[in-house]
């Protein structure tokens, strides 16, 4: 029994009873208890339904300390079989500190373009450190167009 439990957990998908998004500090709780204790960089995608409550969390990718591989394929395969509405992407950097980089917005924007193309809207992308966070889509919602500067400070919980 406390293995099948197990595999259930790993799994990591939220039922029907999912949280509600109305905004990024909806996500923070979740968040914080997917990164808690994490060392390395770990990319999530969050599945929405059409009324917005997360459906499933899926982790993308682990990295290393400070990078995280992330390819678009891998951040829809799972939303596309599924049948998400949207997503939300999020990751966390185990410096602490929330504050995006450029690689960070060069990828939410390239998700961004490829959500518009399979019809899945990317509704953010947070990024977590250490008691804060930052949304993206608060700071300025980076498009297709890379010159948006970096947000600037994280959000302090």
């Known amino acids: 029994a406390?293995?099948?439990e197990l595999g259930a957990r790993a799994g990591a998908e939220v039922r029907d009873t999912g949280p509600l998004v109305r905004g990024p500090a909806d996500l923070v709780p979740l968040?914080?208890?997917?990164?808690?204790?994490?060392?390395r960089e770990h990319f999530l995608a969050l599945h929405l339904d059409?009324?917005?409550?997360v459906t499933r969390v899926e982790t993308v990718s682990v990295g290393c300390l400070d990078a995280?591989?992330?390819?678009?394929?891998?951040?829809?395969r799972g939303a596309v079989a599924r049948g998400?509405?949207?997503?939300?992407v999020a990751h966390n950097h185990p410096s602490g500190?929330?504050?995006?980089?450029r690689d960070d917005l060069d990828l939410t924007a390239r998700l961004a373009g490829c959500g518009r193309l399979l019809g899945i809207e990317l509704l953010d992308h947070i990024v977590?450190?250490?008691?804060?966070?930052?949304?993206?889509?608060?700071?300025?919602?980076?498009?297709?167009?890379r010159h948006?500067?970096?947000?600037?400070?994280?959000?302090?919980?």
């Open 31 to 39: 968040l914080e208890e997917a990164f808690r204790g994490c060392d």
């Open 128 to 145: 977590m450190g250490r008691g804060e966070h930052v949304s993206l889509r608060e700071h300025g919602w980076p498009t297709e167009d």
């Open 148 to 157: 948006i500067a970096p947000p600037p400070a994280a959000r302090r919980r």
């Open 50 to 53: 059409a009324r917005h409550r």
């Open 97 to 101: 500190c929330a504050e995006p980089s």
């Open 84 to 88: 998400a509405a949207a997503l939300i």
């Open 2 to 4: 406390a293995a099948f």
């Open 68 to 76: 995280s591989l992330v390819h678009p394929r891998e951040v829809f």
